[in-house]
């Protein structure tokens, strides 16, 4: 039985997770780039991306689990009219955002409903 | 000035490295720095409330640098789970670094730096930074890309360093309100992000990504990324394929 230190278990996923690193740059220099499993990859990683943020928004694990459900789709929805209302301004609307929830969080923690 | 560029013979035009560089410094520093810096100090906290020490909250920002897999294996660690579900459920949890880099990396396709560097510049490759580099360096010339690109990492893997830093040193004295603010700040980032994708493919998969993604989770915890990905991202695919061929009648 190997011991479990820290940073032996730590090493192993480092490897682990170089292991994608490493196979995505190995496909990336034997594919075309204008061709169509190009665009599938595309497709995929930003399909994943997407799917894992609006999961962690929703249907959070870890730390955001202690939220309201409610506190983090209001403030995502402030954020929204702030992002279309200023053209689109990605930092606008991320402080709205943040700045909403904070309130949302503060208040909750403070018992005022 | 800094110049990455290892000693070499290449007869290119002479590059402005250290105002690549720098500009990648200063792309970092408008948002990504921050981003980085908020989420990590959520993770700090969580290493010391697992009972781990400092060393291993920056191990793990500097070597998976990859929140969702940094915390797969903090938390199974933590109730002690064998060592080889810790070890597939980190990797799991950033197998999307796969397609990441096989989209991003063509990028600097011509750039011989680029190319002896690959393996370090896929390891330093975070959400943030790939963001960045994905809507930055198109519109750059070539051989300021990789200059760009590792002035990003360098900032955002310093935000990383002292984000989780900070977490671990301040966990508990924050009201955990602020906390929790912090570690929404950067998924609230990203639906910001994802919404401004230009490219027609990207915004389909994008969207059936968004809306799938928290359902196949439900039915698949452990595997919901990498399905969501295969399935959303084909499903965009031939969707994009068909409304290019209608558009072509």
Redesign the interface.
Known sequence: MIEQTPWFVLSCSILATFFWRALGVAVASRIDPNGPIFQWFSCVAYAMLAGLITRILLLPVGTLEQTSTVDRVAAMIIGFAVFIIFKRNVVAATVTAFLVFLTLAALRQASVF | MIDLKPASSDSEPPVKNGKAFISGLIAAL??PFWMVFASMT?FGS?VRTAG??LD?GI??TI????L??Q?A?L?L?AIGAP?LA???A??MA?????????????MF?GDRRA?RW??V???V?S?NIWTVAMSRCPEMPLMERFPFYMGVSLACMTGGVLGVTAGFVLAGTM???????L???N???????????R?R??I???????????L???IAPNW???I???????A??FL??LIRRRGND
Do not use: K
Not at chain 2, 175 to 181: A, D, G, H, I, N
Not at chain 2, 188 to 196: D, L, P
Not at chain 2, 228 to 234: D, F, I, N, Q
């Open positions: 408008t948002m959520g969580m781990l020490n291993i191990g793990s070597g998976i640098w990859g969702p897999g915390v294996m938390e660690f060592l810790i070890i597939t980190s990797s950033n197998l999307r670094f796969m397609p990441m880099s096989v989209v991003m990396m063509p396709r190319h690959r393996y510049m896929g390891q490759m959400i009201p955990l309100y602020v906390t929790l603010s570690v929404f700040l998924p609230a980032y990203f639906v910001f992000v994802f919404s401004s994708v490219a493919n990207c389909i998969a994008v969207i059936i990504g968004a809306i799938t993604g928290p196949i989770h439900q919901g990324v990498p969501t990905g295969l399935v959303a991202g084909t965009a695919f994009d394929r």
